[in-house]
């Protein structure tokens, strides 16, 4: 099983800018109610990680016209 605590870098741009957040609501795709919880948000690129059913999840928001730096790709 996954814990939230084994996430060091961003499965999007593989960076490790990683900001812990308690409780943040996150809506369930299939029902469209929101869950709190407790996440990791990377800096670069805006990606939130979460566990979701013992499984790592993530969702990732575009940075409009803006690239991610050099410094975080793999």
């Not at 593989?14 to 407790?38: F, H, Q, S, W």
């Not at 990377?42 to 016209?65: Q, W």
Request: aromatic share 6%; net charge negative; with cysteine.
């Amino acid at each position: 099983m996954n814990r939230i605590e084994d996430i060091t870098n961003c499965h999007v741009c593989g960076g490790a800018n990683m900001i812990p957040r308690a409780g943040v609501p996150i809506p369930d795709i299939l029902t469209d109610v929101e869950i709190k919880r407790d996440i990791l948000f990377c800096v670069d690129c805006e990606t939130s990680h979460y566990i979701d059913d013992g499984m790592i999840a993530y969702e990732f928001s575009y940075k409009i016209g803006q690239t991610i730096g050099e410094k975080v790709r793999r």
